[in-house]
């Protein structure tokens, strides 16, 4: 299908003659929008926001001038959608230099050459559609690769699942509360400063959190009953041998990936009262994203049905929780997790089968198991609600 929408151009300027000669250079092939002063021109980016193609922008005018709109344009990012070519009799090279500092693509100077100006006009609008276009095909590949990497994660994942006797929705509960918290907590603080990519990218890591539970012996990690205090030191083993598993992959050490899902294989067992293990770690020294995957973590264990107990309500997991029946969290957790109920309960609803194909992750990995792995009849572990979660 053949795209025939014309582009629109902003043209600001304060003479109507200058708008009405560039207006009579460029109609017949572009949709124009005229502003008389720079807050004119504010307002019409506003108004028709991503429709606007190109800004030809003069620089002196009164109310508010050229410069005036760069800098607006700079600090909202408008200028890294949009180009502006600026147009002016001021040939200072100051003036020019300034403009070029503030962003602008090209310069224009009059009085008008009409053959300059669509030349200029036409090269400006081409540049930033390879620049678009660029951008969507690196957009795509980073896409493809993220949609690999979650499925090899979530693959990894379900064969720990699988083996521990835990129900295969697990791994994806995590990791959409994971994601809303996160989200939860930029909202209540800019502390983090975490961009939706990095969120994104801390909840497929967090699909790895229970990973050193494939080191963990049968006999302990499958056992029906309590565990004893010398087999639950074996068992908290598993985040310090998930860490040194990831660590020592021997490629692409540098992927955030790795080193996020490393941290979170480490310390999701750590407490904010410093009573957790394998470090010991308080407060704040625990990453926000491996306090998130814990407080995810106990959550999910609580609602979820096991062998051992059946699944608690929304109402009663939020209440153990902040009775402290299962370790202490970071209190903006907290307020985040009571507050948003509604939100919680809908969003696991909905995205636990929104982020990933659920069944060819189940459908592969069971190929796998089945050709390895022989599943052990043993029910899930531990039958408290103090070990609901290792």
Not at 127 to 134: F, G, M, N
């Amino acid at each position: 299908m053949v795209d025939n929408k014309v582009e629109k151009i902003l043209i600001v300027d304060d003479s109507e003659m200058n708008r009405a000669i560039l207006t009579e250079i460029l109609d017949k092939r572009y949709e124009l929008v005229e502003a008389e002063n720079g807050e004119a021109a504010l307002e019409a980016l506003e108004k028709h926001k991503t429709d606007i193609s190109l800004v030809l922008l003069d620089i002196v005018m009164p109310v508010m001038d050229g410069f005036e709109v760069l800098a607006v344009m700079n600090e909202t990012h408008i200028i890294e959608k949009i180009p502006v070519i600026m147009i002016s009799a001021e040939n200072g090279t100051g003036h020019i230099k300034r403009a070029y500092d503030l962003g602008v693509s090209d310069y224009i100077s009059r009085p008008f050459d009409a053959e300059v100006v669509q030349k200029r006009v036409n090269n400006t609008l081409m540049l930033y559609a390879k620049q678009r276009r660029l951008v969507e095909m690196v957009t795509d590949q980073i896409y493809e690769k993220q949609k690999s990497n979650s499925i090899l994660v979530n693959i990894l994942s379900h064969v720990v699942e699988f083996r521990n006797g835990e129900s295969g929705m697990h791994i994806l509960h995590v990791n959409t509360l994971t994601n809303i918290l996160l989200k939860l907590v930029c909202q209540k603080t800019d502390k983090y400063n975490l961009s939706e990519e990095e969120i994104n990218l801390i909840s497929m890591a967090s699909s790895l959190h229970d990973i050193g539970k494939i080191a963990i012996p049968d006999n302990i990690l499958n056992k029906p009953g309590r565990l004893t205090p010398e087999e639950f030191e074996i068992m908290k083993t598993h985040s310090a041998i998930g860490y040194s598993l990831i660590e020592e992959v021997p490629y692409n050490k540098d992927e955030p990936l790795l080193k996020i899902s490393s941290e979170i294989c480490r310390w999701h067992h750590e407490r904010y009262d410093g009573r957790g293990y394998p470090d010991g770690l308080k407060g704040d020294e625990i990453p926000i994203y491996a306090q998130v995957v814990s407080l995810a973590d106990v959550y999910d264990a609580l609602t979820s049905e096991r062998v051992y107990k059946p699944a608690y309500s929304h109402e009663k997991a939020v209440e153990m929780i902040l009775n402290g029946e299962c370790g202490t969290f970071n209190p903006m957790l907290l307020d985040c997790l009571k507050e948003n109920g509604d939100l919680i309960q809908d969003e696991l609803k909905v995205q636990s089968f929104k982020d990933f194909d659920k069944e060819e992750i189940v459908r592969i990995t069971d190929e796998m198991l089945k050709r390895d792995l022989i599943k052990d009849d043993n029910t899930a572990a531990a039958s408290d609600v103090s070990t609901v979660s290792f």
